[in-house]
C-alpha cells in the first residue's frame, strides 16, 4: 500500500509499504481524509520535540472498517465509518491512574510516537473508532481538532450566562468558539486575520475583534460593561498573549492555555491572589471524544466550513507546505486519502 513518509526535514515522498492486518483488539481501516495541523509542520520540519524519521504523519482522521479480528464482538461493522481518537494512553503513569489519560507521561500519539495517517490502510484498537454515519468522510476527519477544543471549554467550566474571549481563530480557536457558544456562554473571537474573524462569527462568536485594527482591552471593556470576560481561552501560544489574558479576565474568573509554544511569561504574582483567578492548561481530550461526535453531528454545517483546502493524496507533499506557506488563508486543510465510501 502507499503511504506519505517523511523521510528527514522537509522530505517528504509517497512510496510503498508493507500492509497490515488487524492484531487482537484492532480494526483496519481504509483511510479516508486526513486533516493537517500546526503540529504536523513542526514535525515535517524537524523541530517538534516528537520529531523522528523516517515516520508517517498524521493524527486526524476518518476511515471506513475493513476488517475486524476474528473474535470481535463489539457494535462495529465493516463498512461503518468512523472518526479515531489519536491518542494511546499507557494506564498505568499517575496521571492515567488520577483519571487523566489525555495527559499521559508516556502517551503516544499517532503520528508521532507511532506511524499514522497519511497511508492507505491503518489498523487501530476498535476503542478508539466512533461510528459517524451521519457525517461525510470531511467533517468526520474533524472531529479530533474539535475534541480538543471542546476539552479546552469543558476544562473552563463555561456555561450560559458566560462571557468567553477566545485568542486565535485558528481551527483549535474556531473549535473553541463553537463548543462554548454550543454551552450556551457568549462568546468574543480575536485575531489578526478578518478571514478567520468573519469564520468564527459563523462558528457563533457574537463578537469579533481584529487586533491589528483595534486595542483589545478597551474592546473587552466596552463588551462586559467593565467587568472583564469570565473566561479566557488563549489559543495561540503566543506568550505575550497569555499576559494579555490574565490581565483582561475578571476577578474570580477562569483562564484556559490550550496554545502550544515554548515560551516563557512574566506574570505579577499579585494578580493571581488580588483576582483570584483560576489558571489552567488543557491537553488533548478527557473523555469527549463521544461529545465532539455528537458537537460535530449536531452543527456539522458550520464546521464544514472549516475546510479552505483539499489535495489528493499523492499531492501530500504539496499540501504540507501549502499550509506552512500560506497560514494566513488555510484554516483546515485535508488530504484526501480515498473516497472510501
Request: proline share 4%; charged share 20%.
Given at each position: ?261 515554548n515560551d516563557e511569561v512574566p506574570l505579577s504574582v499579585a494578580t ?24 460535530v453531528q449536531r452543527n456539522r454545517d458550520r464546521v464544514a466550513q ?30 484526501v486519502v480515498q473516497d472510501g465510501r
Amino acid at each position: 500500500m502507499k503511504a506519505a513518509v517523511t523521510l528527514g526535514p522537509e522530505h517528504m515522498e509517497l512510496r510503498s509499504v508493507a500492509d497490515i492486518e488487524p492484531g487482537p483488539g484492532q480494526a483496519v481501516l481504509s483511510v479516508c481524509v486526513v486533516g493537517l495541523c500546526g503540529s504536523d509542520v513542526h514535525l515535517y520540519r524537524g523541530t517538534h520535540p516528537y520529531s523522528r524519521f523516517p515516520t508517517i504523519q498524521g493524527h486526524e482522521l476518518s476511515g471506513v472498517v475493513r476488517e475486524l479480528a476474528e473474535d470481535y464482538d463489539g457494535t462495529l461493522s465493516v463498512g461503518d465509518l468512523v472518526a479515531v481518537e489519536p491518542f494511546i494512553p499507557c494506564g498505568a503513569c499517575i496521571a492515567c491512574r488520577r483519571g487523566h489519560p489525555n495527559c499521559c507521561t508516556n502517551l503516544a500519539v499517532l503520528g508521532a510516537h507511532v506511524d499514522g495517517a497519511l497511508v492507505e490502510r491503518i489498523a487501530m484498537d476498535v476503542n478508539a473508532c466512533y461510528p459517524v454515519d451521519q457525517l461525510d468522510v470531511e467533517t468526520a476527519a474533524l472531529v479530533e481538532p474539535v475534541s480538543i477544543g471542546l476539552q479546552a471549554v469543558v476544562r473552563s467550566g463555561a456555561t450560559n450566562g458566560d462571557t468567553v474571549v477566545v485568542i486565535g481563530a485558528g481551527p483549535i480557536g474556531q473549535a473553541v468558539v463553537l463548543a462554548a457558544q454550543d454551552r450556551g456562554a457568549s462568546v468574543m473571537a480575536v485575531d489578526l486575520l478578518d478571514n478567520r474573524l468573519a469564520l468564527a462569527a459563523q462558528m457563533g462568536a457574537e463578537v469579533t475583534v481584529n487586533t491589528s485594527v483595534h486595542e483589545l482591552a478597551a474592546e473587552v471593556d466596552e463588551w462586559t460593561a467593565g467587568e472583564g470576560p469570565t473566561v479566557v481561552i488563549e489559543a495561540t501560544g503566543v506568550g505575550r498573549l497569555l499576559r494579555s489574558a490574565v490581565d483582561l479576565v475578571a476577578p474570580s474568573g477562569t483562564v484556559v492555555v490550550v496554545g502550544i509554544s515554548n515560551d516563557e511569561v512574566p506574570l505579577s504574582v499579585a494578580t493571581f491572589t488580588r483576582k483570584e483567578i483560576n489558571l489552567l492548561g488543557s491537553r488533548n481530550n478527557k473523555g469527549l471524544f463521544g461529545s465532539a461526535v455528537d458537537l460535530v453531528q449536531r452543527n456539522r454545517d458550520r464546521v464544514a466550513q472549516l475546510v479552505t483546502h483539499r489535495f489528493k493524496f499523492d499531492e501530500t507533499p504539496e499540501a504540507i507546505s501549502f499550509v506552512m506557506t500560506h497560514s494566513d488563508v488555510a484554516e483546515k486543510v485535508l488530504v484526501v486519502v480515498q473516497d472510501g465510501r
